[in-house]
């Protein structure tokens, strides 16, 4: 896959408004509670590893029920991003792990976005956020309620 046709799908999904995130909290807190602050940079310090781990399980799980068609990484290297595809048939699960757990964790990757066709949604993570976003996933479908049951058992939140 070409840079430009990266760039595009990822400004596709950007545009749409259907947005599901998977949080650590069950509901949106107030910026104004600086509680939120310390405890997002102690967890971010501390257990960015778990919330990781459980979102691979959840996209393992997910990809049980739903083919993805490719992995985009994106790196920064002197301020600049670099996009990679890699497809789904070329890689396997030690490197879809490794590019979840390690590669988020050390910021080897700024993120990953894991391409959906035939559903048409994106399942979107990066290094620095204790959240995971699904852009372009239709509330009432049968994959977003898949999703949510999967996130629910991971001990994670959907909103």
């Not at 947005?19 to 509901?27: A, G, M, N, V, W």
């Not at 393992?60 to 490719?70: A, P």
């Not at 959240?131 to 898949?146: H, K, P, R, T, V």
């Amino acid at each position: 896959m070409e840079l430009d046709d990266i760039l595009d799908l990822l400004d596709y999904f950007n545009e749409k408004e259907e947005s599901t995130i998977i949080d650590i909290f069950p509901y949106r807190i107030s910026e104004d509670n600086s509680n939120y602050w310390d405890v997002e940079e102690y967890l971010l310090k501390n257990e960015f590893s778990v919330f990781l781990n459980k979102t691979f399980y959840i996209f393992i799980k997910l990809i049980c029920y739903y083919e993805y068609d490719f992995v985009i990484t994106k790196k920064i290297v002197d301020d600049e991003s670099e996009y990679t595809a890699i497809d789904s048939k070329s890689i396997k699960m030690d490197m879809l792990k490794k590019l979840f757990t390690i590669d988020l964790l050390n910021n080897s990757i700024a993120s990953l976005s894991i391409y959906f066709k035939n559903q048409d949604f994106l399942f979107y993570i990066d290094s620095d956020s204790l959240i995971a976003c699904i852009q372009g996933l239709n509330s009432e479908s049968e994959a977003y309620d898949i999703l949510e049951k999967i996130t629910i058992s991971e001990g994670l939140f959907i909103k």
